[in-house]
């Protein structure tokens, strides 16, 4: 089922009337008018709206949330929030992408996974978050035991949610409302926390970066040839295939033009077919360049100790191109948002090109996080 489409006005309840993080300057969404009114008719609440929770009011900017996945929480660090109280997994949100960053750091010490062999309605209870940043139809159609009605009653007794599943383009209930670019996503997660000076200044340092960018993508027959593939286990003989996509999970790659070996072959995304292939099949197609996914707690040290050693010393493995050549390498991780996506491109670039210099300006995004605005 598809789920929820468009929702009526929600009101998100209590939200606490604490101020958030020094640096904030409350910037308010809508056209720019001046909106000072006598703060004793003053109405403070706000409303924002996306698909396909349709508009969602708040009474003031949430102060407690739980994410959807590490592109959603990538989205809170940009702004300088506090960390969500839970993500999907824990284990991919992957902060040490923010060593990159000069003075951001993220501690997940106490954040919780939703997903606990299973999503249990009463952990929402528990966490009492402002709002959930998350679809319902992805709680609906890939867990057991949710239902709209569930949905209705976390958004009446704890917080509404508020988000659209962008990381990937790939499933069927989503097929009747529309995906967000990750910039779009953000604009409008800004709007929700009242932090939209922020926002304004990261699409300045994105700009800038995609300027940077553009000569470091090659065209025609400069574009490498890569896979992209899931690796199971740290002596991988059987990998789990992901086409290059659209969605946020796939942004790195679309934008540094890399060449999809997997697309020029019957196999199929691992998304619709559960399907794997091995080593053998892998040589077959023999692409320039091994993506290797599901790699991002480690380091790139520890990724080649353990998994292309392993390759290196395989008899198969060891025949193919791309472990021949050094060309294998970690992915990057399913989610990015705004921070870490140029952090990943970067390193990708780095990995794929003779290319040694910085896509954006590292100190300026640190400033940012930090209300330096």
């Not at 949100?93 to 993220?106: A, F, K, N, Q, R």
């Not at 106490?110 to 940043?133: C, I, P, R, T, W």
């Not at 009747?176 to 709007?191: I, P, W």
């Not at 990943?344 to 300026?364: K, S, V």
């Amino acid at each position: 089922m598809a789920g929820f489409t468009r929702r009526d006005l929600v009101r998100a309840g209590a939200l606490g009337t604490g101020t958030l993080l020094a640096g904030c300057t409350g910037d308010a969404p809508g056209d720019g008018t001046d909106t000072t009114t006598d703060t004793a008719t003053a109405d403070p609440s706000y409303s924002v709206e996306m698909a396909p929770v349709g508009e969602v009011t708040f009474e003031s900017p949430p102060e407690t949330w739980v994410a959807n996945n590490g592109s959603w929480a990538d989205m809170g660090v940009a702004l300088g929030l506090e960390p969500p109280k839970g993500v999907w997994l824990t284990g991919r949100y992957h902060t040490d992408y923010y060593d990159e960053i000069p003075g951001v750091s993220v501690d997940t010490s106490e954040m919780v996974s939703l997903y606990q062999d299973g999503v249990n309605k009463e952990l929402f209870y528990e966490l009492d978050a402002d709002v959930h940043v998350m679809d319902p139809n992805f709680l609906m159609n890939r867990f057991k035991g949710w239902s709209e009605s569930d949905v209705a009653e976390v958004e009446e007794n704890v917080a509404p949610l508020f988000g659209n599943c962008i990381y990937a383009q790939h499933y069927p209930w989503h097929d009747d409302y529309r995906y967000y670019s990750l910039y779009e996503a953000f604009e409008k997660f800004a709007r929700v926390f009242q932090r939209t000076d922020r926002y304004e200044a990261f699409t300045e340092v994105h700009a800038a970066f995609r300027s940077n960018l553009a000569p470091v993508a090659p065209t025609g027959s400069d574009r490498r040839k890569v896979a992209v593939l899931w690796g199971v286990s740290d002596e991988p003989e059987t990998y789990y295939p992901y086409l290059v996509g659209d969605g946020t999970g796939f942004k790195h790659l679309r934008g540094l033009n890399v060449r999809d070996a997997l697309a020029e072959t019957d196999i199929k995304d691992f998304h619709g077919s559960r399907g794997s292939v091995d080593l053998e099949t892998l040589l077959d197609i023999d692409p320039e360049v091994l993506m290797l996914r599901g790699y991002e707690a480690k380091s790139r040290t520890e990724f080649e100790d353990a998994v292309v050693a392993f390759l290196e010393d395989h008899d198969v493995g060891s025949q193919l191109t791309a472990v021949r050549n050094g060309d294998v390498y970690r992915a990057g991780g399913l989610y990015q948002g705004p921070i870490t996506y140029m952090v990943l491109t970067e390193r990708t670039a780095r990995q794929l090109h003779d290319f040694d210099d910085e896509l954006f300006d590292h100190d300026r995004v640190g400033a940012i996080v930090n209300g330096e605005l």
